[in-house]
């Protein structure tokens, strides 16, 4: 677990870039770090126009408010990792100076984009934790969403270790990007439930992690309930991401000097 090791060694630098970028991201902006909710709460109300108003998408048993719960849950995930796999992807070949720093190793460039992109995702699931709370009261399964937001964190990191190192070598995965990314918002259940989706096509679901995920945190935040055998396979795939992507950008990095 090398680049785990990495990453509890430079926890410190980690962290003071993390919050530098942040800084960087919100400043000279009139609203400043309220972007942080606005983002998420936008994009919200953009799925609530086209799933609520126009498509009149409906789950039987909820509500038109709780139905737009459920749709934040799912979108707030994906809005992190989309952010994080997009600037994470290109994070090594865009700070090829920092490829012979040991002072802060390039797999924790890929890091900082990652954790950058899931403070949004932080503030969304606060808000999302609150609303929920105010209207249907807490439950002990709440517990569980910080454990929810680290595994999604490894995951997303492992991910992104894999793609920033091949894309090194294959500079074809920046132009695919973009088409991934949609790919996903549109095979992850977002603006429905897995339940919704037809028998023929639960396979998408079941082969998409963010899938999982986002019922996972359904399951916790809307319902109160605890998939236990579904918590434990997603902690061993994050788990295994994790480290077959930590192990990859080690493995290559005294590669990339030549490749960018």
Avoid at 21 to 43: D, Q
Avoid at 51 to 70: E, H, K, N, S
Wanted: with cysteine.
């Amino acid at each position: 677990m090398g680049a785990l090791a990495s990453l509890l060694n430079h926890r410190r630098i980690l962290y003071a870039t993390v919050v530098q970028g942040l800084r960087k991201r919100t400043s000279g902006n009139v609203l400043g770090v309220a972007w942080l909710l606005l983002y998420p709460l936008l994009f919200l109300s953009m799925y609530s126009l086209v799933f609520v108003q126009i498509l009149q998408v409906r789950i039987p048993g909820l509500g038109t408010t709780d139905y737009i719960l459920v749709v934040f849950a799912g979108l707030v995930p994906f809005l992190a990792f989309s952010e994080a796999f997009g600037t994470g992807t290109t994070s090594i070949v865009a700070n090829r100076d920092l490829l012979m720093n040991t002072l802060f190793p390039i797999e924790l460039v890929v890091a900082r984009e990652v954790l950058i992109g899931h403070v949004t995702m932080g503030m969304g699931m606060i808000l999302l934790w609150g609303t929920v709370v105010y209207l249907h009261g807490a439950h002990w399964a709440h517990l569980l969403m910080p454990l929810l937001y680290v595994l999604q964190i490894m995951l997303v990191l492992g991910l992104v270790w894999i793609t920033s190192t091949l894309t090194v070598f294959f500079r074809d995965f920046q132009q695919a990007i973009p088409i991934f990314v949609l790919f996903l918002m549109m095979i992850s259940p977002i603006g429905y439930t897995a339940d919704m989706v037809p028998e023929g096509l639960k396979a998408l679901l079941l082969f998409n992690p963010l899938a999982w995920l986002m019922e996972l945190y359904r399951a916790c935040l809307m319902r109160g309930e605890v998939p236990l055998e579904q918590l434990v396979l997603f902690a061993l795939f994050s788990s295994a991401m994790f480290a077959f992507g930590g192990a990859l950008i080690l493995r290559l990095k005294p590669l990339f000097a030549d490749h960018v």
